[in-house]
């Protein structure tokens, strides 16, 4: 519809310096930035140890309002010992809504 404007979308993937992807991996990040790119989107990777910092540096670059992430479910102890990706990246962020899509539990 003329007169519409649709706002931007990004699809991010952060690199860990440490650790290479496998080639199962490679092809599924792949075809994420084909469909990204598919839809009109811009896709975004970066790399960095610290994956919640890295995901709030780059809505703060390019002024996102909302972002949407995918949570699994994860033992007690687990979060106890290494913490949880979306509530460090809840700390770091300042008024941007977090939709969370909880996927399959892992060990």
């Known amino acids: 519809m003329p007169g519409i404007c649709t706002p931007p979308f990004y ?16 092809l599924h990040i792949e075809t994420c930035e084909r469909l990204c790119k598919e839809f009109g989107g811009e896709f975004v990777r970066v790399t960095s140890n ?14 996102i309002t909302q972002i949407v992430i995918g949570e699994s479910q994860r033992s007690r102890w687990r979060l106890m010992l290494r ?11 300042k008024n941007i809504d977090v939709h969370i899509i909880a996927t399959d539990k892992t060990s």
């Open 11 to 26: 699809c991010l993937f952060v690199d860990d310096p440490d650790r290479f992807l496998t080639k199962t991996e490679s």
């Open 50 to 63: 610290d994956k919640a910092k890295a995901i709030a540096d780059v809505a703060q670059t390019y002024y």
């Open 83 to 93: 913490g949880s990706l979306t509530h460090n990246l809840l700390r770091s962020l």
